[in-house]
């Protein structure tokens, strides 16, 4: 069974920084380096947001990032560990949230741009909760 | 960014009676390759969410096929043909063209009468 484990979640100060990590087993067809990685997070009580994802490195490993954090969230990868990352630095009060990892589909039409992305494994998410 | 809108925001059902909920985005989701790029998810009580239909009416992996999909453009709808108990939770709509962002709907609540 395709798991993904998020860790590294915990109480932090406003203005600091704290690592999240994204840990990947159990991928029988192809492993964890083939997939897509995204991230979202869900404030408490409220709905989901999405914050970024990282290709594939056969995709580009390239990133993609939500404007709202987009200049504080970093989103990185280790396949050979099977772990992606979310660097957060500059954390907010506005970031208590759980945090999730997914697996990323990807759909191909034969033109790049045609690409379709959809979320089929989730991890039971992390939470972090900034106060002072 | 796209705008997604669902109603209702609570929905009340019996066992084995129908539910359908609607989602609008605020501009079409429907690509020049025929697909509709909207995804359906629930989240149950405590869990995270799960996927449940990719391109506007494919059924994820194990999925009853009590659910279903439907619906092009800026209108989508996800209908129950039998409710259980164990379908209760959150069902977002995310639209997945107009990206980055994903952005998802505020959420249905279903719940048991």
């Known amino acids: 069974e395709v798991q993904l484990v998020e860790s590294g979640g915990g109480l932090v100060q406003p203005g600091r920084s704290l690592r999240l990590s994204c840990t990947g087993s159990?991928?029988?067809?192809?492993?964890?380096?083939?997939?897509?990685i995204s991230w979202f997070r869900q404030a408490p009580g409220k709905g989901l947001e999405w914050l970024g994802f990282?290709?594939?490195?056969?995709?580009?490993?390239?990133?993609e990032n939500a404007a709202s954090v987009k200049d504080r969230f970093t989103i990185s990868r280790d396949d050979s560990k099977s772990i992606a990352y979310v660097q957060m630095n500059s954390l907010k009060i506005e970031d208590t949230a759980i945090y999730y990892c997914?697996?990323?589909?990807?759909?191909?039409?034969?033109?790049?741009?045609?690409?379709?992305?959809?979320?089929?494994?989730w991890g039971k998410g992390t939470t972090v909760t900034v106060s002072s | 960014d796209i705008v997604m809108t669902q109603s209702p925001i609570s929905l009340p059902v019996s066992p084995g009676e129908p539910a359908s909920i609607s989602c609008r985005s605020s501009?079409?989701?429907?690509?020049?390759?025929?697909?509709?790029?909207l995804d359906w998810y629930l989240q149950k009580p405590g869990q995270s969410p799960q996927l449940l239909i990719y391109?506007?009416?494919n059924r994820a992996s194990g999925v009853p096929d009590r659910f279903s999909g439907s619906g092009s453009g800026t209108d989508f709808t996800l209908k129950i043909s039998r409710v259980e108990a164990e379908d209760v939770g959150v069902y977002y709509c995310?639209?997945?063209?107009?990206?980055?962002?994903?952005?998802f709907g505020p959420g249905t609540k279903v719940d048991i009468k």
């Open positions: 997914t697996r990323v589909q990807v759909l191909k039409f034969g033109v790049p741009h045609w690409d379709y992305y959809y979320m089929d494994v």
């Open positions: 159990g991928f029988t067809f192809g492993d964890f380096g083939e997939y897509g």
């Open positions: 990282i290709r594939s490195k056969a995709n580009g490993g390239t990133t």
């Open positions: 501009q079409s989701l429907l690509h020049g390759n025929g697909y509709n790029y």
């Open positions: 391109l506007g009416s």
């Open positions: 995310m639209q997945a063209l107009h990206t980055p962002p994903f952005t």
